[in-house]
Nanobody, 119 residues
Framework: QVQLVESGGGLVQPGGSLRLSCAASGSIFSIYTMGWYRQAPGKQRELVATITSSRMINYADSVKGRFTISRDNAKNTVYLQMNSLKPEDTADYYC?????????????WGQGTQVTVSS
C-alpha cells in the first residue's frame, strides 16, 4: 500500500513563505516524477511544479521565480519552497508521484494540504 502524506500548509500573509513536504511510503520500488498541483475553490486542479528522478524541473509560469521544487530520493520526499506568496496562491496543494511498487505501479496522490494567503 503506497501513501503520500503532505505537510506544511497553513495561513500566511502576502509576501510570506511556506515550505510544503510530501513523503511517499509503502512498498515502493522506484519513483519517477514527483510534483505539486493545486486547486483553488471553483477552479480546476493545475500543475504547480514537477521534478523527475534526474531532477529535470518544470514550473507553471505563475510561480516561476517564487517557488522552488526539490526532492530527496533517499527519503522518497518532495518539497515545495514557496516565497513571495500572493493571495492568488491560495488553494489546496496536492502531491503527486509516478512510481512503481511491489504491488504494481501508477500515479498516486496525497490527501492535500491547504494554503491560505491573506492579511
Amino acid at each position: 500500500q503506497v501513501q503520500l502524506v503532505e505537510s506544511g500548509g497553513g495561513l500566511v500573509q502576502p509576501g510570506g513563505s511556506l515550505r510544503l513536504s510530501c513523503a511517499a511510503s509503502g512498498s515502493i520500488f522506484s519513483i519517477y516524477t514527483m510534483g505539486w498541483y493545486r486547486q483553488a475553490p471553483g477552479k480546476q486542479r493545475e500543475l504547480v511544479a514537477t521534478i523527475t528522478s534526474s531532477r529535470m524541473i518544470n514550473y507553471a509560469d505563475s510561480v516561476k521565480g517564487r517557488f522552488t521544487i526539490s526532492r530527496d530520493n533517499a527519503k522518497n520526499t518532495v518539497y515545495l519552497q514557496m516565497n513571495s506568496l500572493k493571495p492568488e496562491d491560495t488553494a489546496d496543494y496536492y502531491c503527486n508521484a509516478d512510481l512503481t511498487s511491489y504491488g504494481g505501479g501508477g500515479s498516486y496522490w496525497g490527501q492535500g494540504t491547504q494554503v491560505t494567503v491573506s492579511s
